[in-house]
């Protein structure tokens, strides 16, 4: 069985940085593709970023380009994503998740493992 677990959130102020890290264990696979998405207070979950296997491809959603950047350690099946300038609007669960197969650029649907979350506050 596949483990996806998440760390390093906390409660920031606005403007500060945080950097999340996400490792497999278990059964774990090589992923094609390592994400991540984050659900505020009743909100739907959305997608944040996504990585694909050769790190050649990295995808972002708009509200959060040129503050959050993604990285892959594919040796260790670990993603990470650094937050940078973070804004109260930022306050979410963040869920990493990884998939088995190729799926459909921009990376936003097909993943097959998820995360438990880890919850980033940002204070005003």
């Known amino acids: 069985q596949v483990q996806l677990v998440e760390s390093g959130g906390g409660l920031v102020q606005a403007g500060g940085s945080l950097r999340l890290s996400c490792a497999a264990s278990g059964r774990t696979f090589s992923y094609y593709v390592m994400g991540w998405f984050r659900q505020a207070p009743g909100k739907e979950r959305e997608f944040v970023a996504a990585?694909?296997?050769?790190?050649?491809?990295?995808y972002y959603t708009d509200s959060v380009k040129g503050r959050f950047t993604i990285s892959r350690d594919n040796a260790k099946n670990t993603v990470y994503l650094q937050m940078s300038s973070l804004k109260p609007e930022d306050t979410a669960v963040y869920y990493c998740?990884?998939?088995?197969?190729?799926?459909?650029?921009?990376?936003?649907?097909?993943?097959?493992?998820w995360g438990q979350g880890t919850q980033v506050t940002v204070s005003s």
């Open positions: 998740a990884a998939a088995r197969r190729p799926i459909p650029i921009p990376l936003t649907n097909g993943y097959d493992d």
């Open positions: 990585a694909s296997r050769s790190r050649s491809s990295t």
